[in-house]
Each structure stands twice: as structure tokens, then as C-alpha cells.
């Protein structure tokens, strides 16, 4: 039986930034992070070269790895508290914030670019946030620092060598297959190896932090395991792909637009996310073959287009408590009318009554970045709660944005966000169960980069009290 200290399920930001923060207080425990996809160095999309996903086994390397599904995005950090999740609710504003300015600053020592965006022009910003008001949206203010899919990459290999310098213990290729919970305490976990054999390993103390992906994987745990939680929200939504000259002004002045709004009749939240000047609509595949849409945005290569998400919450109540399980079916209803791949449709046929042929798509003004989605009807499998909120949020976009609207902007789908299963846990991070710590987006607390790594910067100094 493998022996540890401290062991970190998940080489995502909150895993990796829980190490971290542990090294740079001086810990002498031993820490073993255990990721079932592979080291940063190692993981390569082939699709740059095939042009169409190969469906990688047995894990996509988009969304599975070191530094988890971020590697591969567009690599943005979000440096205000009100955007990422709920963490400040738990935490409270302004630690949420210092814990942020705090987390920055380890980017910028690894070589985060300085540049801040969206805070250079603020009439402009003010300009914008009137068209927003008049539209019944409001513009959420937020620096932006991006660090583009490329040079997060660098990034975060980075951070892998050092942490491996310094003694962590990193273990690929394997995957958790279940926690060791006696007596209401977690005293280790069950490790599969890529050659199918296990061995427990024993723990003082364990961090689930799995990302999105592991967001279903422990929604189960809880189950089993009595941990509690609740059931929480659940993101349904599609990404638009517009030309680069629709979104200027809004590319210039803020680089990302984070706006919210509550259309009618049904008065869901339903925000923008992960906005890409000049970026790439992108495919990432989930362990059940479920093909979900997503955006990136490099330093240096850049298309005609602009694409970001805009995504639907959906809160349930009793009797119904997955919430994962529904949006995956709603992806797996797309999946199949697009043969396993991404579906896009022009708005303008989709206000019509009419599915999207592929030979229009070559007429249009926008050409997709997404070379292999398939042209068709995503309405034919989006929920009618979820459409209607999408049409009605777009063309309130329209009147802060003119053209966003058009009848030729591209709406892809499914764009699925899974951290809807919410870990209850004090302000010191610690659930029900003694030893267990779970941080991130699959706890449900956070969504996005920079928030689940200062929850693991938090998670660390946490842990260190303890020594």
C-alpha cells in the first residue's frame, strides 16, 4: 500500500495550485497527485492535423491531463470576484479577491503576460455599459488577463517541472476509482493503473479536485458515501460565432463582454462566457462519447471570427436531483442528429422554422471554425425553456452589439458546463467526511481558471495550519 501525507485526485488548477501554495510555505509532507490523462508535455490534439476529432482513447487530450481542460482553452483569468462561481458566498468578497490578486501573481512569476485587459478605456466602457442597460443586460465589470491556449501551455509546464523539482509526486495515466471513507473518515483512495491492476493508497489528508469532467464522478461519490451536498445549477447553451467586425468595438475596449440578463417570459439567468477575439470554435469529447462544443483564442494565431457561449442556468427542485444526467442527455440527443459531432445552425434559420443546409454555410459571411460540425437543427433537441431563453438573450445582445443578431451568425451545440453537483464544506474547506477535501469546479464552488486556482491556494494554506 502506497503511504502519503497529502493526495490530490486531479491536476487541475485547484490540485495544482493546493501544491503549490503548500510548497511555498514550506511543507514537509509528502504530496502525491495522482491524474488519469497525461503530463502537459504529452498532450497533443491530433486534430491539427486530421482536421476532424479521432474521438482519442482513452481520454481526449483537450479536456484530460495536467492543468486539466484550461491547457487547452483560451487561457483567460478572470481578476475580479464576481466572476468564477460562488466561492466568495463561502469565503466572503474580499478574501475571494485577495486570494485572487494573490494567485495572479504566481501566473505572472511563471510568465503570464502583464497586459490586463478591458481597463485601459473606461468611457468607452461606460459607452457600452449604457447600450447594455438600455437592453435590459447588465455588463459585469472584470480585468481580464489572457494568456492564449499557446502560452498557457508554457505556462502550466512550467509550473509541472517545478512542482516535480521540488518533490511532488505525479502519477499519470491513472485514474481514482473510488475514495477509502471508515468511521466518517477518508483515509485514502483506490488508484487503477493504466494496466489495470490497483493498490489503496493511504492519506492524512485527500483533495478531490477532478474539474468538470469529474464533476458526475463525484456527484456519485457523494451518494455512496453520504457526502453531503446539493443538487445545484447546470448550464445549457450554445457558443455564437460572429465576424470579427460585429464585435469590435466590444473586442477592443473589453476583450471579453461579460454580460447577464433574465429574458422573458421565463426570466432564467442567462450570461456570455469565455469570449474569443479572433479565436476558433473547438470539439471536446467526454469519457461516454459525448461531443461537446468550446472556444479558443490564441497570442498569435488569429481567424476572422469572434466566438463565445451563451449558456442557460437551470436550477431544480424536488423530486428531480440530476442535474448532470439531464444536460448530458440534451448533448446526447444533439450528438446524435449531428452523428456524433458538433451541430450549427444559422440564427436566421433557426427564427424561420428551417434546419441549416451545408451548402448555405459556404455562402455565408461567417465560415465556421469548427471545419467538421455539421450543419442541421439544434432546436430539434434543445429544450424549449433553454431556446427560447437563447433567442431572446441574442437579440437583446443585438441592441448593445448591432449584427449580433444576424441572420447569418453560426450557433453551435451542445455547450454544456457540468458543476452542478454542490459540496457543502465550512469556510475551511472541509466536508462532512473528515480528511476529505473537494475543491474546484466539480465541487460545484467555482467555474473557471482563476477561481479554482486560488481555491487550491486557499485549500493549501488550509492544510498547512494543520501541520
Same mark, same amino acid.
Request: aromatic fraction near 6%; proline fraction near 4%.
Given at each position: 500500500?502506497?503511504?502519503? =501525507?497529502?493526495?490530490?485526485?486531479?491536476?487541475?488548477?485547484?490540485?495544482i495550485? /493546493?501544491?503549490?501554495?503548500?510548497?511555498?510555505?514550506? /511543507?514537509?509532507r509528502?504530496?502525491?497527485?495522482?491524474?488519469?490523462?497525461?503530463?502537459?508535455?504529452?498532450?497533443?490534439?491530433?486534430?491539427?492535423?486530421?482536421?476532424?476529432?479521432?474521438?482519442?482513447?482513452?481520454?481526449?487530450?483537450?479536456?484530460?491531463?495536467?492543468?486539466?481542460?484550461?491547457?487547452?482553452?483560451?487561457?483567460?483569468?478572470?481578476?475580479?470576484?464576481?466572476?468564477g462561481?460562488?466561492?466568495? =458566498?463561502?469565503?466572503g468578497?474580499?478574501?475571494?479577491?485577495?486570494?485572487?490578486?494573490?494567485?495572479?501573481?504566481?501566473?505572472l512569476?511563471?510568465?503570464?503576460?502583464?497586459?490586463?485587459?478591458?481597463?485601459?478605456?473606461?468611457?468607452?466602457?461606460?459607452?457600452?455599459?449604457?447600450?447594455?442597460?438600455?437592453?435590459?443586460?447588465?455588463?459585469? =465589470?472584470?480585468?481580464?488577463? &489572457?494568456?492564449?491556449?499557446? @502560452?498557457?501551455q508554457?505556462?502550466?509546464?512550467?509550473?509541472?517541472?517545478?512542482?516535480?523539482?521540488?518533490?511532488?509526486?505525479?502519477?499519470?495515466? /491513472?485514474?481514482?476509482?473510488?475514495?477509502?471513507?471508515?468511521?466518517?473518515?477518508?483515509?485514502?483512495?483506490?488508484?487503477? *493503473?493504466?494496466?489495470?491492476? /490497483?493498490?489503496?493508497?493511504?492519506?492524512?489528508?485527500?483533495?478531490?479536485?477532478?474539474?468538470?469532467?469529474?464533476?458526475d464522478?463525484?456527484?456519485?461519490?457523494?451518494?455512496? &458515501?453520504?457526502?453531503?451536498?446539493? %443538487?445545484g445549477?447546470?448550464?445549457i447553451?450554445?457558443?455564437?460565432?460572429?465576424?470579427?467586425?460585429?464585435?469590435?468595438?466590444?473586442?477592443?475596449?473589453?476583450?471579453?463582454?461579460?454580460?447577464?440578463?433574465?429574458?422573458?417570459?421565463?426570466?432564467?439567468?442567462v450570461?456570455?462566457?469565455?469570449q474569443? %477575439?479572433?479565436g476558433?470554435?473547438s470539439?471536446?469529447?467526454?469519457d461516454?462519447?459525448?461531443?461537446v462544443?468550446?472556444?479558443?483564442?490564441?497570442?498569435?494565431?488569429?481567424?476572422?471570427?469572434?466566438n463565445?457561449?451563451?449558456?442557460?442556468?437551470?436550477?431544480?427542485?424536488?423530486p428531480?436531483?440530476?442535474?448532470?444526467? *439531464?444536460?448530458?442527455?440534451?448533448?446526447?440527443?444533439?450528438?446524435?442528429?449531428?452523428?456524433?459531432?458538433?451541430?450549427?445552425?444559422?440564427?436566421?434559420?433557426?427564427?424561420?422554422?428551417?434546419?441549416?443546409?451545408?451548402?448555405?454555410?459556404?455562402?455565408?459571411?461567417?465560415?465556421?471554425?469548427? %471545419?467538421?460540425?455539421?450543419?442541421g437543427?439544434?432546436?430539434?433537441?434543445m429544450?424549449y425553456?433553454?431556446?427560447?431563453?437563447?433567442?431572446?438573450?441574442?437579440?437583446?445582445?443585438?441592441?448593445?452589439? %448591432?449584427?449580433?443578431?444576424?441572420?447569418?451568425?453560426?450557433?453551435y451545440?451542445?455547450?454544456?458546463?457540468?458543476?452542478?453537483?454542490?459540496?457543502?464544506?465550512?469556510?475551511?474547506?472541509?466536508?462532512?467526511?473528515?480528511?476529505?477535501?473537494?475543491?474546484? =469546479?466539480?465541487?460545484?464552488w467555482?467555474?473557471?481558471?482563476?477561481?479554482?486556482?486560488?481555491?487550491?491556494?486557499?485549500?493549501?494554506?488550509?492544510?498547512?495550519? @494543520?501541520?
Amino acid at each position: 500500500m502506497l503511504k502519503t =501525507d497529502v493526495l490530490i485526485v486531479g491536476a487541475g488548477p485547484a490540485g495544482i495550485f /493546493t501544491a503549490l501554495e503548500l510548497l511555498r510555505l514550506g /511543507t514537509k509532507r509528502r504530496i502525491v497527485m495522482v491524474e488519469k490523462g497525461q503530463p502537459i508535455e504529452r498532450r497533443h490534439c491530433p486534430k491539427d492535423k486530421t482536421s476532424q476529432c479521432v474521438n482519442c482513447r482513452p481520454y481526449c487530450h483537450i479536456t484530460t491531463g495536467f492543468s486539466g481542460a484550461g491547457a487547452f482553452s483560451d487561457g483567460k483569468l478572470s481578476l475580479s470576484y464576481e466572476v468564477g462561481g460562488d466561492l466568495p =458566498d463561502l469565503i466572503g468578497a474580499d478574501v475571494a479577491q485577495d486570494l485572487i490578486d494573490y494567485t495572479d501573481g504566481i501566473y505572472l512569476d511563471f510568465g503570464a503576460d502583464t497586459a490586463i485587459e478591458g481597463i485601459s478605456n473606461p468611457e468607452a466602457v461606460k459607452d457600452i455599459r449604457t447600450k447594455a442597460i438600455r437592453a435590459g443586460l447588465k455588463l459585469v =465589470d472584470c480585468p481580464i488577463r &489572457h494568456l492564449g491556449t499557446e @502560452k498557457a501551455q508554457e505556462i502550466y509546464l512550467a509550473i509541472e517541472n517545478s512542482l516535480r523539482e521540488q518533490g511532488v509526486e505525479m502519477i499519470f495515466g /491513472t485514474e481514482c476509482q473510488g475514495l477509502i471513507i471508515k468511521d466518517g473518515r477518508c483515509k485514502g483512495a483506490v488508484l487503477q *493503473y493504466k494496466d489495470g491492476t /490497483t493498490e489503496e493508497v493511504a492519506a492524512d489528508s485527500v483533495v478531490v479536485a477532478t474539474g468538470r469532467r469529474g464533476a458526475d464522478w463525484l456527484e456519485k461519490l457523494c451518494v455512496e &458515501h453520504g457526502i453531503a451536498h446539493d %443538487p445545484g445549477t447546470v448550464d445549457i447553451g450554445v457558443r455564437v460565432e460572429v465576424r470579427n467586425e460585429v464585435m469590435e468595438e466590444v473586442n477592443r475596449v473589453l476583450y471579453e463582454s461579460k454580460l447577464v440578463g433574465y429574458p422573458a417570459p421565463f426570466k432564467n439567468k442567462v450570461r456570455t462566457f469565455c469570449q474569443n %477575439p479572433g479565436g476558433f470554435v473547438s470539439q471536446e469529447n467526454y469519457d461516454n462519447d459525448l461531443a461537446v462544443v468550446n472556444g479558443h483564442s490564441y497570442k498569435e494565431k488569429k481567424s476572422a471570427n469572434t466566438n463565445l457561449s451563451i449558456l442557460c442556468s437551470h436550477n431544480f427542485t424536488v423530486p428531480f436531483n440530476q442535474p448532470i444526467a *439531464y444536460a448530458q442527455k440534451v448533448g446526447e440527443l444533439t450528438n446524435m442528429l449531428a452523428s456524433g459531432h458538433i451541430l450549427v445552425q444559422r440564427f436566421g434559420d433557426i427564427l424561420d422554422g428551417k434546419r441549416t443546409w451545408q451548402r448555405e454555410l459556404t455562402r455565408s459571411n461567417v465560415r465556421p471554425t469548427l %471545419p467538421d460540425a455539421v450543419a442541421g437543427d439544434i432546436t430539434a433537441a434543445m429544450p424549449y425553456r433553454a431556446m427560447t431563453n437563447i433567442i431572446g438573450f441574442i437579440q437583446a445582445m443585438d441592441k448593445v452589439v %448591432p449584427g449580433f443578431a444576424s441572420p447569418e451568425t453560426l450557433l453551435y451545440s451542445p455547450e454544456l458546463k457540468f458543476y452542478s453537483n454542490k459540496v457543502r464544506m465550512d469556510t475551511d474547506l472541509n466536508t462532512s467526511i473528515e480528511g476529505l477535501h473537494c475543491l474546484g =469546479d466539480s465541487s460545484g464552488w467555482t467555474r473557471g481558471l482563476m477561481m479554482a486556482s486560488a481555491m487550491g491556494v486557499l485549500m493549501g494554506r488550509k492544510l498547512f495550519e @494543520k501541520e
